[in-house]
């Protein structure tokens, strides 16, 4: 029970992690130009698939307007197809002719040729025609490219050219999407295991305005680093007002319980009265959750779940407290948990 009770407590234990944008890309041509037109500045939104900058492109515009127009025309397919009718109808009246023994068979053979090699010009006609508007799309493809948009919705971080500057291949923007943000985490290999894909974190910026965010594990690795004894783990922050910026430091508890509920759901927990101030503690700080009377009638092994609120905050985080810990220094943090104060050494008026 005790070992059972001290992995829960390790899940439960907050760690530094770090809120990144989901996906950053360096955007650039796939052509050499120079840009014409730049329509972005740095923190501009972008949608998927708009036009960031537009390259020099007058000859690529005319070539595609030469190669609209060939695939347009249809005047020598047209030609060929009524060429084609006709030498088709000679055949069939020769056909019938041969029949009445009015013209020999040398006669519908040269028809049934003529027929022939009508309706393999207009054949071919066809053919030049696939070609032609094949050789529009080809055009269009190589105007596109002169074209540099967004892959997807983000913000523009960077600008690294301007109007009139020549490029070659190199990025001229970074585009990050901040909707949804990745946050990155490093986990003690000890919890490897106790954290799966879907489950739900606490998330805590170092800015105190944003409060504490809800995220879902979507990847855990499956390879532990030797060197550090951990692996990583990422999770997914919806952030659709973009209120949230990237880039924070953070920390993530993975007990998935939010302070408030862990609070409530501890049974006889009384709540602070309003404007009470807090009393003095051996340390930042106290419990709220009332403990037996004497250090004597409590259990010598396993963990208490216990809810404290930092003296100078009204928030409350409920954390698991092992039972050893209750012996140890008053107001000290071990192990990155807060330890408390043996019930005798608590404040009075507690």
Not at 7 to 13: D, R, S
Not at 34 to 60: F, K, N
């Amino acid at each position: 029970m005790a070992a059972a009770g001290a992995g829960a407590g390790a899940v439960a234990e907050p760690m530094g992690c770090l809120i990144e944008p989901d996906r950053v890309a360096e955007v650039g041509s796939a052509s050499v130009g120079v840009i014409e037109h730049m329509g972005v500045e740095r923190g501009d939104m972008v949608t998927s698939g708009q036009i960031l900058a537009r390259l020099s492109s007058g000859v690529e515009r005319a070539s595609m307007a030469v190669a609209e127009t060939r695939a347009t025309a249809d005047a020598e397919v047209k030609a060929a197809a009524a060429a084609a009718d006709l030498a088709k109808s000679k055949y069939e009246r020769a056909r019938d002719l041969v029949k009445e023994n009015f013209i020999s068979t040398q006669a519908l053979e040269q028809a049934q040729a003529e027929w022939r090699v009508a309706d393999e010009r207009a054949r071919q006609a066809r053919e030049a025609r696939d070609v032609a508007q094949r050789e529009w799309q080809l055009s269009a493809a190589q105007l596109g490219q002169r074209l540099i948009r967004a892959p997807f919705d983000g913000i523009i971080v960077e600008r690294y050219h301007s109007q009139g500057e020549r490029i070659e291949r190199e990025a001229v923007v970074k585009v990050a999407k901040i909707d949804p943000l990745r946050i990155e985490a490093i986990v003690p290999a000890s919890q490897f295991g106790s954290i799966k894909p879907g489950q739900l974190a606490q998330v805590t910026p170092q800015l105190q305005q944003f409060g504490v965010l809800k995220a879902t594990v979507t990847l855990v690795d499956r390879v532990i680093d030797a060197a550090s004894n951990s692996f990583r783990v990422r999770l997914t922050l919806p952030n659709p007002d973009h209120t949230v910026p990237s880039g924070l430091r953070c920390s993530v508890d993975f007990g998935g319980n939010s302070a408030a509920s862990a609070s409530a759901a501890q049974p006889g927990t009384p709540a602070r009265p309003a404007g009470k101030p807090a009393s003095a503690a051996p340390s930042s700080w106290q419990m709220d959750t009332p403990m037996r009377s004497s250090a004597a009638e409590q259990p010598r092994g396993g963990v208490v779940q216990a809810a404290f609120h930092p003296a100078a905050a009204p928030a409350v985080r409920s954390v698991p407290v092992p039972v050893p810990a209750l012996r140890q220094t008053p107001g000290r943090m071990v192990s990155g948990r807060v330890v408390v104060e043996p019930p005798e050494a608590a404040p009075a008026a507690r």
